[in-house]
Structures are given as structure tokens and as C-alpha cells.
């Protein structure tokens, strides 16, 4: 009876299984928030995306404006060193794609941890201390859905001739902190030859994950390794594009969000960052945008068939080490010139 009473005693304390009973943070830093009311976003995520958040934020915290300014990753970091440089840096939440750049940057965050923080993994996180995976992403093989009636359904399903002459849109290494996790992904767990297999199929390349996946919807291209978070909203309005979770693995890229130093809508920012990290702000993402969830037993996207996934982390050390030299390789691989 005692060896029961035990077991039922930890169970109601452990901290995966206990109800937080204030998963969003206490009621003096809500109370804070309001007082505020305000605070100004800085993110790499597309603005419907963060406007999917926002909304879904305000049902819960109506009195707080989220003033949002987004770019894609290289003008928005570029941005960012040069506010800080000159004392002017007004973000109070940011959240960038490139852990590797973050990673060289933590002196200008402050310590922030939210509820939940034991319920990610521990592969997805940037900075237990300051940066956390509120954005998640992961790469799925995307056709044209009237175009293609036996689509691809492994990655080296991508290397096969008929395939060839402009029909993969691919996005190029360099595009971003995602594109660079995908890269890292193939030659890693598909092998050395995959980016020249790839190539020989006389790939389109493009920037950007949007313009690709635009270009498969159109019929320009019709098959590629494309983020989910892009595909899946533009499959939900009615465009002739679809998903395929290849075996071999997803690639997942978590991003890093934290609150500078310089925030002045501290509490605001929390609250905020406290709300999109908890599982009802996850939901938002995965559920509305197509994304993934860093969350153990997390949430995913419904659009999917993800009996049989592989989620994919990459170790950190790889993604930071081998980012300029790899870049370059699979550059000369593709014939691509910056």
C-alpha cells in the first residue's frame, strides 16, 4: 500500500504530468503585461503566419498590441546588429531561423525560461537559459497534385532520371537556416553522391522556399523538397500541391526566440513568448500554418502522415562547423554562383 501511495505521489509531482496551474505565468506578470500593453515582434516568419499567432493570442490576452516587423533572415539579422550597435535595437521578442547566428549573439539576450521548458527536446533548443523553439519547421517532399499522379515518395525517389530537365524546384543552400538544416540532412543521412544525384536531374533553383513551392502550383516545376509550413497553407486554399513524408526522415529546424536586453515591454514579451511556447500556442502553428512542434509528444500537422516519421535534429556543432564549407560544395554541385 505504501510502495502505491508512492507511485501515485510522484506521479502527481512530476512536471510533465501535473497541470501548470499558470501555464502562461503567474497573474502578477499578466497584471504586468496589461499595464504595458504592448510589445513589438521581430520574426523571420511569414507576416500570415505570425498574424495566425497574434489573433489566436489576442482571444486569450486582449489588452496587449503585438506591433510585428518581419523580413526574411538576412536583412532581419543585419537589422538587428545594426540597431543594437547604435543603442537602438526596439524588439522586445525576436525570432530568427539561424541558430548557428544566434549562438554568436546571446550577450545581447536576457535570461528567460518559459513554464513548459522541460517538455521540449533538448535537441531543438538554442540556449536553455535564453532561447527557445517557438517556431518550428520541417521539409516534405511537395508535387502538383494534377501534375503528378505517382509522386516521389522517398528522397532518392528525387534522384530518379525521369525527373530530369527542370522539373525539381529546389531551394538553394544558402537560402536560410532551414535550407542550410536540409542540406546538412542529405548529405549527412542520404549520402555524399545525393547532392550530385540531385543536380544531374537539372534541378530549378530559387532563393526562397515560397517562389518554389509557387512554382510547383503553377506547373513551372513539379516536384521538390519544400518546408510544410509553406505547402500545406496554400494546399487548405485550394492549390494543386500535397505533401509526402519520406522515410529516410524529416529535417526539423527549430528556431530561437528570446527577449533582448533592450525590451522595455519585458512582461509583455514573456507572456507573449510564455503563451506561443505553451501546447495551446503550438497548436496555433501546427494546426493553422502547417508547421511542427518541438514539444515532446507535440502536436502535428493534420495535413500529414506522419505514422512513419523520423523527426531529424541536427547537433549543433555540425550545424555551425560545417555551414561555410558545406554551403560552398553544394554550390559548386548545383553550378550556382551568389
Known amino acids: 500500500m505504501r510502495i502505491l501511495l508512492a507511485l501515485c505521489v510522484g506521479i502527481l509531482l512530476s512536471g510533465r504530468t ?15 503585461a496589461r499595464a504595458e500593453g504592448k510589445l513589438i515582434l521581430y ?26 516587423l518581419r523580413a526574411p533572415g538576412g536583412q532581419l539579422i543585419t537589422r538587428i ?3 543594437a550597435a547604435s543603442g537602438k535595437l526596439l524588439a522586445d521578442v525576436i525570432d530568427y531561423s539561424d541558430r548557428g547566428h544566434l549562438l554568436t549573439m ?8 518559459p513554464p513548459n521548458a522541460a517538455d521540449f527536446d533538448p535537441a531543438a533548443v538554442t540556449d536553455q537559459a535564453k532561447l527557445w523553439p517557438r517556431t518550428t519547421t520541417g521539409w516534405c517532399i511537395a508535387h502538383n497534385t494534377e501534375l503528378v499522379k ?38 549527412q543521412v542520404l549520402g555524399e553522391d545525393y547532392w550530385a544525384a540531385i543536380a544531374a536531374n537539372d534541378t530549378l533553383l ?24 509553406i505547402v500545406i497553407p496554400r494546399q487548405k486554399e485550394g492549390a494543386p500541391v500535397a505533401c509526402v513524408i519520406p522515410p529516410e526522415g524529416v529535417p526539423l529546424t527549430s528556431y530561437g526566440a528570446g527577449i533582448p536586453k533592450t525590451a522595455v515591454n519585458v512582461n509583455a514579451a514573456r507572456l ?18 502547417g508547421g511542427f512542434s518541438a514539444l515532446v509528444n507535440g502536436p502535428v ?22 555551414q561555410a564549407a558545406w554551403v560552398d560544395q553544394w554550390n559548386k554541385a548545383n553550378n550556382y554562383r551568389q
Not at 525517389?157 to 543552400?173: M, N, S
Not at 530559387?206 to 509550413?229: C, L, M, W, Y
Open 106 to 113: 546571446l550577450d545581447m539576450y536576457q535570461d528567460y525560461r
Open 150 to 187: 505517382d509522386p516521389p515518395r522517398s528522397w532518392r525517389d528525387l534522384t530518379d532520371p525521369k525527373w530530369k530537365g527542370k522539373q525539381i524546384a529546389q531551394v538553394i543552400a544558402g537560402g536560410g537556416g532551414p535550407t542550410w538544416n536540409r542540406v546538412l540532412f542529405e548529405r
Open 18 to 32: 501535473m497541470a501548470q496551474p499558470h501555464p502562461f505565468g503567474p497573474p502578477e506578470l499578466i497584471e504586468k
Open 81 to 83: 546588429r545594426t540597431e
Open 301 to 322: 500537422p493534420d495535413a500529414l502522415d506522419v505514422k512513419a516519421m523520423k523527426p531529424w535534429f541536427p547537433k549543433m556543432e555540425d550545424y555551425i562547423n560545417l
Open 43 to 68: 520574426s523571420v516568419n511569414f507576416t500570415e503566419t505570425e498574424a495566425l499567432w497574434i489573433t489566436a493570442f489576442n482571444k486569450r490576452f486582449p489588452f496587449i498590441k503585438v506591433e510585428l
Open 206 to 229: 530559387f532563393p526562397s522556399g515560397a517562389p518554389a513551392t509557387d512554382s510547383i502550383i503553377r506547373g513551372e516545376s513539379k516536384v521538390g523538397a519544400q518546408q510544410t509550413n
Open 272 to 289: 507573449f513568448l510564455n503563451w506561443t511556447l505553451s501546447r495551446e500556442g503550438q497548436e496555433v502553428f501546427v494546426r493553422e500554418a
